[in-house]
C-alpha cells in the first residue's frame, strides 16, 4: 500500500508523475496517461494523487493501482494552483486555479462535481492556500 512512509512523489513538464522510494532513492513507479502537455502542480492524499496540467487538465490518480480513474477540463489554459482540503468530516474540496483564465474552481472531492466557478482575478492565479489547522471558524459556502 502506498500509504507508508519513506515515499516521494515528483511531477515534471514530461507529462508523467513519478513515485521514489526515499530509502533507497530509486523510482519505483512512473505514472503517465492523461496529461498530452507539462504537469505545473499536484496534491497527494494517501493513496490519492490529483495533478493539474498546462492545458487546464485535471487527472486523479490512485497509487495503490499505479493508474489514473477520472480526468476533467477545468480551465481555459494552464493550472496555476492546485489544492486539496479535507477537514475529515462535511467538506472534501479540490480546488484549482487558472494561469490564463484567473478563475479559481471548487470541486467536491467525493463527486467530482463543481461547486463554484468564478473569475477572481484578472491575471493569473499561481497559488491557492487553504487552512488545514483545524482552527478555521469560517465556514465555506459556495453559491454560484
Known sequence: ????????????????INVWDLNYIDNISQL??????????????????????????????????GTHFAQMKCHAG??????LYSDNVDSHL???AGIKDGILNVFDMRTN???????????????????MSGNSKTILKFNQ
Do not use: Q
Open 113 to 131: 462535481k463543481p461547486l463554484f466557478a468564478k473569475r477572481l482575478h484578472a491575471g493569473a492565479i499561481n497559488k491557492v492556500v487553504v487552512d
Open 78 to 83: 494552464g493550472i496555476g494552483a492546485l489544492n
Open 94 to 96: 479540490i480546488l484549482t
Open 32 to 65: 503517465y496517461g492523461p496529461h498530452k502537455n507539462a504537469i505545473l502542480d499536484f496534491e497527494w492524499r494517501n493513496s490519492l494523487v490529483v495533478s493539474g496540467d498546462k492545458d487546464g487538465v485535471v487527472a486523479f490518480w490512485d497509487l495503490n493501482t
Open 1 to 16: 500500500m502506498v500509504d507508508s512512509t519513506n515515499l516521494g512523489i515528483s511531477a515534471s513538464y514530461d507529462c508523467m
